[in-house]
């Protein structure tokens, strides 16, 4: 990024940049800090439907185990995260934050939090240029030397080490939330250019469950209402891939009285499906008989236009997958299809005989595009986030090299044991005999690492 | 209605009066005729989504069962009841159509039939005046004697018999579909003032199955989704009634992880709960625990003000019954409590401590304001709708006499039938000795008239 | 029956006669009067199981609302009819009882009622004369004029009418169990020769669904475990016929992991199964896939030689249905067919190419073969029976014509308020307004005559 | 193990001893030759059970992949071993074969393996003595260096390990099934006494899921009712541990309409039942209202006296964990308790007051003691035993050092898919460009190794 587009990009914000919070600090860069207030009933909501960070900020506010800690931020600009970040600052820590995502800030909760004394740097719609411009100025703060990253994707790590490679040395850990990011770390870490330890939390168990299992088995149902009203009683669907994203779909559906069939491509999972009473197909033998398709298998080309091609008229297709490759909507934009438009994310492709198809989302993610994440996964998530950056920070020297680890089993239960209270769950507690007959420390981890759950 | 009332109506609408329809009619009185097409594109949508109709459609053009029909209508006007307005006429019917309800017309689809020719008189926020005139409209039309009514609350009905006894005596028969219609068919009877046959398709089993326990089952989901966004999981939840309503949304919110407790007062339908899985409780035991409380008894001020103290703080309280008086939301109503509403449809209730409950609907019913029925399930009623006229207008002299009537079983299973190829469902038929064996016709009916299904 | 029969049975019963209880009664004919200690230790373990009975004996007692009340009896005697025998005597009733099958008396519990004064004339094993001279001595006992039967299958009640007309004029009720009793009754009714009220207790709703349902739901699982040891988890099923006992079947089947298909003649129960998820199609498309076939549709020859030439070896076929004729088994019993007896009730038939089935119970009821039958079901019948007889004995004169009635619903509701307390249920009461809301009595009956349940 | 024991053994085995096959072979020790028919045809049957290891000795057989393998296997013997044993031969194996339990030897498959040549020395009901005896005629066999150990136990390891250590060191690798026998590979290992590879096929993925969550959510339902004909329907139920054996039972019950609870001292798996739909409470909290409690959490004591005497009057206790520690029976044999047995494996525990609950298999695994394992449950065991045998027989020098390995996801992936032609199921193959895409070979390994399934 040079000279001249930093410029450019100044220009671009001049307005804003005479924005002041109500202190006086002028230390941030949001659309509009007088949508404050909006911002912070919004947070406000958001804190009662995260137990779980609450509860972490509460039990650890009196240590402040991140004291000390200068955290770079770089993810979603939401309520929730908002709630995240007030818990870090309530833990010790000051901070720094970013967008990862040009789309998806909160406005208003971005004003809060400046108007609140956060550095925040990031608005709905910043083009890429903004983008880069704000996350460096996160980075890049006379006076306030970095020393923990939250990354989501991998831009704040990769522009820091990019742009401020002795900087980045000085960092204590990382904490990286996407597929995308860990996957970069694992290549970093491979090429031998990751220089400090990192914390894969996008696998940690009690994440991984509630963001495939647990959110899916429920937002499968509401994306699919929302869009199109469909019945779910009665009708015939496909789900290709069974891990746990199918699984949660799959169950979902069979409760409202689906028939659910199933594809895979492991027989270890095939074997599962069948267990649980799908029957496990190619996609070509059920491909004409079928209401709905739904992808679900991290693949690409799942769905190809020769499928398309045999689908029945009104048959919906979408994407419960990791990307927008599963189904190849590119392959339906010729010119025999005609594509409709018949509400927000639903479009008609219909073919010349008048057969048509309803196409959700265009192929990307239907659940995250036509429904809503519960505020209780992304506190699940949150308290992860939290976690993982109190044990990097802390780590005696020595625990981490510079490697990428996955959540220490106890934090993560850690994580479960915070969010058990909103069900008024009882944890039973085992007797010291007990404990020595299981070999196991009373306070936890319980299992192995190779435990399945 | 007096004749001062009358012209004022006539003002009020003298724009609309002038409206034509391309073909020159000006029989009829709806918002726009200009909005035709837009309707016109909805009604072949619902066409889509209404096979049963459809079916019927085809399967009786040709023998014109409703030939020489005169049908008075009074319902709901929306896209499916356009597909069964012009499936009464292509089945040889001459229609005239007024709105049972002064919010629930679609203009566009009023439009678009106007169009088609058909006499319809309704638009969305008619006044009161505005609708007795509009049903009015209806019945009293020079040379156009009719013989049949189709009404939804009976106030058709009620009209013609107040209005117009004479021509009221002439009517064949009477299909009614709702509740309350049907009450007062009964209380006619009783009070010896019915002269007609009616029929009570309310009560039809298919259409009893699909309106209740199918629907419900997925529009609770749908509901609370759309209007708060909370994950099901783990959620404790008490349902009141366990009625058919009762028994689908408790179904449902099983398959999806929740913990459901019921009251009942019918100790049959206690035990059915129990059986099913579900502890049967009264509410006060349930009531300081529980997430979600949604009552479906039919009964009135089944949740009092005094419960409501009791619940905790975040719970969620709504109503899938048959009316508003479930909950006694008028207790709501005292200067202590503040209303805040935070969306569409959606309040919290804040107590003086502080304490917030969320209330869908204003407690009406939520199923209806704040999801949607789907077109399949309106499929089934239009089909028993159609074969209820059907049957009453083709009965030979005697069968029905001046009483109210449960749609024949035959024909009950007849509107089944229609919808079972949507499923891909493939029907086993009776061999002759089989019929005899089980002393049935191979056609059906296939069951006693007290069979519970 | 000549009285050459009558002298050779008494001669045959020689040994019999000489019996006396130790109180030296000897009105009564059973296996062997000593075994009373080990029927008596049954008889008390099923008391335990069967909460309702017991509780109507508690209620009840002090009422004695069968005082004066003389009952023939004539139905299975087990443990659980002892309870229900003991019961009616502690409400008032003296009672006389003969077995209703050769083959289900429990020698001990007969012992055991006998040495407790009962008149009991059953022993398992009994031949056809020895069948009649038992029930013939229930009735035809000096001094001792019935008033009441309680008939399972209506062999008390035919051999009364047809043996001891004048006696059985004097009848004041009958109350019927089976099937076949009840059809029996109708019969006579129809043909104007039932000069008493009958009153048909099983198509009352809650015997119906527990016998059923809720019966066979579970028994469908043990008796398939019992006799193969077979897998549920993903196997391929096919149900024959979706009333009561299939969807028991196909709910229980689907939550252990099969992949459920059913067949129907009825297009309501058609369209449930698809509503419930299942495929509906005829025998003939599933035949050749299918691991286990089940009948449960009350028809005759519903699977065929010419189905069982086509499944596949190892397929397991069994009945669940009312009679032995849903499976055509002696089609089976050609040369050119091995049967081959592997277990108890389990048959390997052979074809020439090596292909088996596995046959259950040669086509007879598997689950009352090779399952047994909970008490708390007996319970429910045995209330419902009690109840009957009480409403039957003291209803005021022209209540009850002569006809066959079903239970008032009101009873039926007592029979399942009897048996909530087994279940920790709290049924929640009517307020008087919400009683006068819904216009009903506070103590019910709580639904209409057609409600479905 | 002294001479003069060996000798003793002898004698006593003197008559069995002089048990010559058809073919005049004398090496072997089995109760009676004779029955060699009878056992076969057991193994006749289950071969048809065993879809999968048939499939894999048919695909394999050409290749002989264990030509020169000499196996000392050390397992319960039956039929299901033995299509095991033969399997092993066809593949190109040379096997001796001992029992890995004094009881659990089906003499007529013993008599049948021995019939067809193969030495087996194992009979029912053996001697401590006998039992080593019958291992050590295994390994010390003149001329037959044996290259290979199945155990299941440790057994056959040991005692090698221990009385022939140098042939111990010639052993290319051992296959370990039982959790015992693994934690004892793990302890030799610590310890450096290991001086073989070994695999761990106790803890590979499709084994693990069979034996414990799908055989256990059939097998807890059917030792329920074998041993206690209780209904299920309506019955409060708590569950002691959510692993994979409490998911399984808990599933199976909920499915049957019963209201279970859980208990648990990790807060992820409590987390997960939850979100199932399960409360999780302590032991303590659900003790009086509970009508069975079901132990399954690997742990000891879990459920004391103490607890037992705040049971009500007829719960079910019983165990399905995996030892008989869970359940504190020990502490129910004291005087004041009265233990009446009611039926095999059923004991009524009766309190001085007259309560009396009913432990089955006096706290032993109820599943392995009152139900029977599917044998398609023991052919994935099997086909995952064979395919250890294989990968460690033909490994090339330096994959496997002198450690505990788990079985390679690809074996594991192998027998999964040995298994899905039993279902019908058919894989969806990856196409180069999606193989590519996700990193994968197209014949797997499909998942990383901390995938959870």
Redesign the interface.
């Known amino acids: 990024m040079k000279e001249k587009t930093m410029s450019r990009l100044c220009k671009h914000l001049a307005i804003k940049h005479s924005q002041k919070n109500s202190k006086g600090s002028a230390d941030f860069c949001v659309k509009n800090i007088d949508h404050a207030a909006f911002g912070r009933r919004e947070i406000e909501?958001a804190e009662?439907e995260m137990p779980g960070v609450i509860a972490l900020r509460r039990r650890a506010e009196a240590d402040k185990p991140l004291s000390g800690a200068k955290i770079i931020g770089c993810t979603h600009i939401t309520a929730q995260t908002a709630v995240l970040i007030e818990t870090l600052a309530a833990l010790g820590a000051s901070v720094r934050w970013a967008a990862c995502n040009i789309y998806s800030t909160q406005n208003e909760v971005a004003a809060a939090l400046a108007e609140a004394g956060y550095s925040i740097f990031a608005w709905k719609g910043e083009s890429e240029e903004d983008f880069w411009w704000c996350i460096d100025k996160c980075i890049n703060c006379e006076g306030w030397q970095p020393n923990m990253i939250l990354d989501d994707g991998g831009d704040a790590t990769h522009l820091m080490l990019k742009r401020y490679p002795a900087m980045f040395n000085m960092i204590k850990g990382i904490v990286e939330e996407s597929v995308t990011g860990v996957h970069r770390l694992y290549q970093l870490s491979k090429g031998g250019k990751l220089t400090v330890p990192a914390m894969n939390v996008n696998?940690s168990?009690?994440k991984?469950?509630f963001d495939n299992l647990?959110?899916c088995?429920?937002s499968v149902?509401?994306a699919l209402?929302?869009t199109t009203?469909?019945?779910?009683?009665?009708k015939?669907i496909l789900i290709c891939g069974y891990g746990e994203v199918g699984k949660g779909c799959s169950?979902?559906l069979?409760?409202?009285?689906?028939?659910?069939m199933v594809?895979?491509?492991?027989?270890?999972?095939?074997?599962?499906?069948?267990?649980?009473?799908?029957?496990?197909?190619?996609?070509e033998?059920a491909i004409k008989?079928i209401d709905i398709l739904i992808t679900c298998s991290?693949?690409?080309?799942?769905v190809t236009r020769s499928h398309m091609d045999r689908l029945k008229?009104?048959c919906i297709v979408c994407n419960m997958g990791h990307s927008n490759?599963e189904i190849d909507v590119g392959s339906l934009r010729t010119p025999d299809l005609t594509w409709e438009q018949?509400r927000s994310q639903v479009h008609h492709i219909i073919w010349p005989d008048g057969k048509r198809i309803i196409l959700l989302a265009e192929g990307r993610l239907v659940n995250l595009s036509c429904?809503?994440v519960?505020?209780?996964?992304v506190s699940i998530t949150a308290a992860t986030q939290a976690l993982a950056l109190i044990e990097l920070y802390n780590a005696p020297p020595g625990r981490y090299k510079q490697d990428v680890y996955?959540l220490p089993k106890k934090m993560?239960?850690?994580v479960?044991?915070l969010?058990?209270p909103?069900?008024?769950?009882?944890?039973?507690?085992?007797?010291d005999?007990?404990a020595k007959?299981?070999g196991l420390n009373k306070t936890?981890p319980?299992?192995p690492?190779?435990y399945?759950?």
């Open positions: 909501i009662q696998d168990v009690t991984t469950k647990y959110s088995r429920e149902l509401d209402k929302r009203d469909v019945m779910f009683g009665g015939q169950a979902a069979k409760g409202l009285g689906c028939s659910v594809t895979e491509i492991d027989p270890i999972c095939a074997l599962q499906a069948c267990m649980d009473g799908f029957r496990v197909v190619r996609l033998e008989s991290g693949n690409k080309n799942v008229t009104g490759t018949v429904s809503s519960p505020s209780f996964v996955l993560d239960e850690y479960a044991s969010h058990l909103n069900f008024d769950a009882h944890l039973t507690e085992l007797s005999e007990q007959y299981l936890g319980f299992k690492n190779y399945r759950y």
